[in-house]
């Protein structure tokens, strides 16, 4: 039987940036260790550090004795998501690059391969998220917060393909390698997904997929909820508007009908808690209405939900 030569397949490079993920980041690139591959071939796993002050470097080098596929890209001060990102765009030469937050669960030994292909297969595809699925804590307080982001999760997947801004989370994106070299995130932006689903949809290039699964920990105590409620998601982005040319900011609308939908939904999965977690949603959007907006691209740490998470 002849060998299949592996340098003439697709490529892929995992890139994670990271600030204070020591948590976690053992276990993110364990997964990634035991993916397999048939149809690609990985390049590397690239950790990108953003001043970090705590154990995650430490981590990475540990890992790095394992495999000589990890790198550290240690970054001495502190700039913030958005620019590590812009350095990832930048760095990356394979085919298919994959970014992915650390404070995650990847589900499955074909993850990265089944992401990946999503971009290989489809010739117009250049940025595709990831099915997201939260891990609903055990505690009182903690399921109602989960059910109220399970509300929306319903909301969202309620539209069309998912071709949404609100289904571009950005925790595990992939991306055309091409694609990405023509990505720079505006340095006045306060978060990445508007400008990401704009740059892909200027040629009707973006995907969802449910092939791809990670799971992941919402926040599960009222202060950081509350804390997180405050962030600029889903408002005006005058850096991304100038750059595009018109006030992009009614992409972040969900059309009535598919809010409806979605809630139905939620409420037949689980009544009593998609009913205690509306009533969490409109209390918050009341008492934060008149509090201003923390409009930072600096990392927003919850404590509640930087744990250790198991695949």
Request: one cysteine or more.
């Amino acid at each position: 039987m002849k060998k299949m030569n592996t340098k003439k397949l697709p490529t892929i490079t995992v890139a994670i940036p990271a600030y204070n993920e020591g948590a976690n980041i053992g276990n993110v690139l364990d997964s990634l260790l035991a993916q397999k591959y048939k149809k690609t071939r990985l390049e590397q796993i690239v950790v990108y550090t953003d001043g970090s002050t705590d154990n995650t470097r430490e981590v990475v080098r540990d890992k790095m004795k394992v495999s000589k596929s990890i790198f550290l890209i240690r970054g001495r001060t502190q700039k913030g998501k958005f620019p590590r990102l812009n350095q990832i765009y930048k760095d990356n030469t394979s085919d298919v690059l994959i970014v992915l937050d650390a404070d995650l669960a990847i589900v499955g030994d074909w993850f990265v391969e089944k992401f990946a292909l999503c971009i290989i297969n489809d010739k117009k595809a250049l940025l595709v998220s990831a099915h997201e699925e939260a891990i609903v804590p055990k505690d009182f307080v903690g399921r109602i917060i989960a059910s109220s982001y399970l509300t929306w999760d319903y909301i969202r997947w309620s539209i069309p393909n998912c071709d949404h801004v609100q289904n571009l989370y950005a925790r595990a994106t992939a991306y055309r390698g091409s694609f990405a070299k023509t990505l720079y995130i505006p340095d006045k932006a306060t978060e990445e997904r508007l400008y990401l689903y704009l740059m892909a949809k200027q040629k009707e290039g973006y995907r969802y997929t449910r092939d791809a699964v990670i799971r992941y920990l919402p926040v599960s105590t009222m202060y950081d909820y509350v804390k997180l409620a405050d962030r600029a998601f889903g408002r005006p982005q005058p850096a991304v508007n100038k750059l595009v040319g018109y006030d992009a900011t009614y992409l972040y609308v969900i059309p009535r009908k598919y809010k409806i939908k979605g809630m139905l939904l939620s409420f037949i999965h689980d009544p009593v808690f998609t009913v205690l977690g509306m009533l969490l949603g409109i209390w918050l959007s009341r008492s934060t209405l008149h509090r201003k907006t923390v409009d930072s691209a600096m990392w927003e740490i919850s404590l509640s939900s930087k744990k250790s998470i198991k695949g």
